[in-house]
């Protein structure tokens, strides 16, 4: 079903676990030896939403802090430990947190192995961990942590990215062409979408220098009214009839071309086993998805979609969202959502109700509620997942007594997740107690085998992490997050329309 080979996301976080190394010509100098290369700041997190950076470093009173809006967590009363596990996740090595840079031979790490960083509060009784298999480390990554060499400056945290400067562009201009159909037109940015019906000069604020022109066919009225007058409603499904995509700039006129090539769109029946609450088409145009046109999803809609089989730098992806019912257990729901490319022949012969149906992709895995912790396992999926290649979350949070932990595990998907263990026995005990289990979070992302995993695992962690939440129940967040900005959130939320997969997520409560 799936064939794409995936585009490069270019971030700087290149989530690997394969290490680097230089080649001399001569090869005289040994290469040098693969290390991990950890760094944690202390953050806080902006609440002007203007800002294009949302993490910054701050000092207090001498103290270094991790702030999140309305949460703060002082330096001096927490400690910092990182684990280094086996594959069964038993600990096998230890690092206190003394500084704000780690680095340590990746040789070091088990294969199948772990990494968890671990935050101890210890007046609160709270801990906090989040562990990564080999597969899922980068070779650098920087965490959110309260540490004491942080200058005492504010100082935003950017991890290699910024976000572009919006700029105003003036009286740029679409046109359709002689005897289109177009009843519209709109200007897309990877970020914004507009449409009018004038067809007139506009001033537009865009982050980026290129742009979609698209000429719009009529959209069904709504009641059989005949004006169909609601033109700034973007989000209601209509034909797109003409585009050309060209470099935004001052006084810029572009003619649309016409699109000949078309296909009916025909939704999947909505079940009570499948449920359709969102479809469209995106484009893949020099490495960056454009949206291409919203697709009804309700099983007694349809749509004349067209398209351009003749652009070799054009690639079309159907994505769609909603929720699915277990395969073999029909009260479990589970939220879903799926991108995948389309071939010509899919196209040219009408996306039908086979496009979608989940049973063509996965079996879904029944939702334990909750999820069982035995014998240091948390069970998540029913044995029909097992084997199939993807990457999972799993958050939880086990309470015993004072003693609260929240633990978020990125793994390759398997039925039976290990739980990476602490150093310490008290906190097992918390972990693997009878009836402790209090909260759980589970996403697993399906993907093709042409698919760049740690691309795909970047989307997912990308879509975990905020800086500024400040609700540690809330375990679709993760608590000690890998640092990605809000110009990367957004790259990544981008991509991940144009990327092979299937993912699922459930939670409790």
Not at 83 to 88: A, N, R, T, V
Not at 138 to 148: A, N
Request: proline share 4%; hydrophobic share 30%.
């Amino acid at each position: 079903m799936f064939n794409k080979q995936l585009l490069a996301i270019l971030i700087p976080l290149t989530l690997s676990g394969c290490g680097g190394g230089s080649d001399d010509s001569g090869g005289s100098q040994p290469k040098p030896t693969p290390k991990y290369t950890f760094e944690f700041a202390a953050l806080y997190a902006k609440s002007d939403a203007s800002s294009s950076c949302a993490v910054y470093g701050e000092k207090q009173g001498g103290k270094q802090i991790l702030a999140t809006k309305d949460r703060i967590i002082s330096g001096s009363e927490t400690t910092g430990t990182i684990l280094i596990q086996d594959e069964q996740g038993g600990v096998i090595d230890t690092y206190d947190i003394g500084s704000n840079k780690l680095t340590i031979n990746q040789s070091i790490v088990p294969e199948e192995g772990y990494v968890t960083f671990a935050l101890a509060q210890e007046r609160e009784g709270n801990i906090s961990a989040v562990s990564y298999q080999k597969n899922a480390l980068s070779q650098s990554v920087l965490f959110g942590y309260p540490v004491g060499s942080i200058s005492s400056s504010d100082r935003c945290i950017t991890a290699g990215a910024t976000k572009p400067a919006e700029r105003e562009y003036t009286n740029v201009r679409v046109d359709v062409a002689n005897g289109s159909d177009a009843y519209s037109v709109g200007i897309t940015t990877p970020d914004k979408r507009t449409l009018s019906s004038n067809r007139g000069a506009k001033t537009i604020s865009r982050a980026f220098s290129r742009a979609l022109g698209a000429g719009y066919a009529e959209k069904a009225a709504a009641g059989g009214d005949p004006t169909n007058t609601d033109i700034t409603d973007i989000n209601t499904p209509r034909e797109i009839t003409d585009y050309k995509f060209f470099n935004l700039a001052n006084d810029t006129t572009v003619e649309l071309a016409p699109l000949s090539e078309t296909g009916d769109w025909t939704p999947p029946a909505n079940t009570s086993e499948y449920n359709l609450t969102a479809a469209a088409l995106y484009v893949d145009y020099q490495q960056t998805p454009y949206i291409w046109q919203n697709l009804p999803y309700g099983a007694i809609e349809n749509i004349g979609y067209r398209y351009d089989a003749d652009n070799d730098n054009l690639s079309y992806y159907l994505t769609a969202e909603g929720k699915v019912k277990a395969t073999n257990t029909s009260s479990d729901e589970w939220d879903l959502s799926a991108a995948r490319q389309l071939s010509v022949s899919d196209l040219d012969g009408g996306l039908t109700n086979d496009s979608l149906d989940p049973n063509n992709d996965i079996d879904v895995p029944a939702k334990r509620s909750p999820v069982e912790i035995n014998n240091d396992v948390l069970t998540a999926y029913e044995n029909g997942a097992d084997g199939q290649a993807g990457i999972q979350r799993i958050a939880y949070q086990a309470t015993q007594g004072l003693t609260t932990v929240t633990h978020v595990i990125y793994a390759e998907a398997n039925a039976q997740q290990t739980i990476p263990m602490f150093d310490d026995n008290g906190i097992n005990a918390v972990i693997s107690g009878a009836d402790t289990l209090s909260n759980y979070d589970i996403s697993v992302m399906y993907t093709s085998d042409n698919t760049d995993q740690r691309q795909a695992l970047a989307a997912l962690m990308a879509e975990h992490t905020d800086p500024g939440q400040s609700d540690i129940t809330d375990l679709s967040l993760d608590n000690l997050p890998v640092l990605f900005t809000t110009y990367e959130r957004e790259q990544l939320a981008r991509q991940k329309k144009i990327i092979d997969h299937y993912q699922i997520s459930t939670s409790n409560p």
